[in-house]
């Protein structure tokens, strides 16, 4: 038996890993087998070209790579660049700050352009940027999409419109861990050249699949980049596509039924339902925030994520304490404050598998804990606004219709 454990159920929500479906476990509970028998072929095959339905790409080519969103980020920089290049990359948070570090420690010229935390990507600069980059010296745009320790979503669509704008050839590199399968994400549409996620997020599996799509104009670049790849080689796995193998190496059989079973579900909600069942939950989220009387994080509505929201407390209050009370009393998972926000802050993850209720069993856990550490909230009021406005705009279920 675990030796933490606590009656019922845990209530994971952290912004990743999040809680994974019934039917996604079952389909993992399985033996190994041989990947090179027809099966996992012929599995794999589905899986990449349905993978392509979460970027909203027909063009691109995915990798679905045995690593975390860690690994997939260098595999979108060493494929498409070289040691030395020019990229500019946004500082607004704890994860862009990683990437950053990663991109540096790879040793790119990084053009790091920084952010108030709780502020998006300062996109006027970057148009600035550009427009003095005459020589076009700037080899790669590098952003986060969704920053899950502030709760901070950036505009893809206007970096897309001001790289065309200056008809600029960087490449667009994006970071949609916490968003993809939950926010709008337009591959094609919006030009993106690599865009990556991860398994534990919004497709509500286990920590594992690091997943990579990148487009033709990717893919070019790969033929030319410099930087040294062995275990992330998009060469590599484009060489046993060709063969109808697919693995230059042992995969995670379980995982790959997982991701099967992960996107049955996610087709069968339909990805705009999904996209939509995330705005309400977000939306209920911030209604209860506002009604405790607190602070978001995000300081514009514009930048509002629907996936994660970074709750400020009041100087008094330690918000690690929060998180170590919901988890100690209540056995509710929240997260913490990062970084230049530990303290500060403590994060609602609202993503994956969730639906109204078990968002709303959140909150009253909430409200319990603010009001044992001392905080005056009244106990229903963040619930009352959520529920108010989830029992208004929460639609039938579609497969009970």
């Not at 100690?328 to 530990?342: Q, W």
């Amino acid at each position: 038996m675990d030796y933490v454990n606590g009656p019922g159920r845990n209530h994971l929500f952290v912004p990743g890993p999040v809680n994974i479906p019934d039917q996604v476990i079952r389909a993992m509970s399985r033996n190994n087998e041989d990947y090179r028998s027809p099966a996992v072929p012929a599995l794999t095959k589905t899986l990449l070209e349905d993978v392509k339905q979460i970027f909203k790409t027909t063009s691109g080519t995915p990798f679905l790579i045995p690593t975390t969103g860690t690994g997939a980020w260098e595999s979108a920089l060493t494929n498409t660049l070289s040691p030395g290049d020019r990229i500019v990359s946004f500082l607004i948070g704890q994860f862009s700050l990683l990437w950053i570090d990663q991109q540096q420690r790879l040793n790119f010229n990084v053009d790091v352009v920084e952010s108030d935390w709780g502020q998006g990507a300062n996109l006027d600069v970057l148009a600035s940027k550009l427009a003095e980059d005459q020589a076009h010296t700037i080899k790669a745009i590098c952003i986060v999409h969704n920053e899950t320790a502030t709760g901070v979503t950036n505009n893809l669509s206007t970096v897309r419109k001001i790289l065309d704008h200056y008809q600029h050839p960087a490449l667009f590199l994006v970071d949609g861990v916490s968003s993809i399968c939950a926010l709008d994400f337009r591959m094609d549409e919006w030009g993106i050249d690599v865009a990556l996620t991860g398994s534990q997020k919004a497709l509500s599996l286990p920590t594992g699949i690091g997943i990579v799509c990148a487009s033709p104009k990717a893919l070019e670049a790969s033929k030319t980049a410099k930087s040294v790849r062995v275990f992330f080689d998009w060469k590599d796995y484009l060489k046993f596509y060709k063969m109808g193998t697919y693995w230059p190496y042992t995969p995670s059989i379980q995982l790959l039924y997982g991701l099967r079973a992960a996107l049955d579900l996610l087709f069968e909600e339909g990805l705009d339902n999904v996209i939509k069942r995330h705005t309400r939950l977000g939306t209920a989220t911030r209604l209860a925030v506002e009604a405790w009387g607190l602070k978001n994080c995000t300081q514009k509505e514009e930048w509002f994520s629907d996936t994660v929201t970074a709750v400020v407390v009041p100087s008094y209050i330690d918000s690690s304490e929060i998180v170590r009370r919901a988890w100690k009393r209540y056995n509710l998972s929240l997260g913490l404050g990062l970084n230049k926000v530990a303290g500060k802050v403590f994060r609602i993850g609202h993503l994956g598998n969730l639906n109204e209720l078990q968002l709303l069993g959140c909150l009253a856990g909430v409200e319990m804990v603010l009001k044992d550490v001392g905080y005056p909230v009244k106990l229903g009021s963040g619930v009352a606004a959520a529920s108010t406005y989830l029992q208004n705009t929460t639609p039938l279920i579609p497969s009970r219709i």
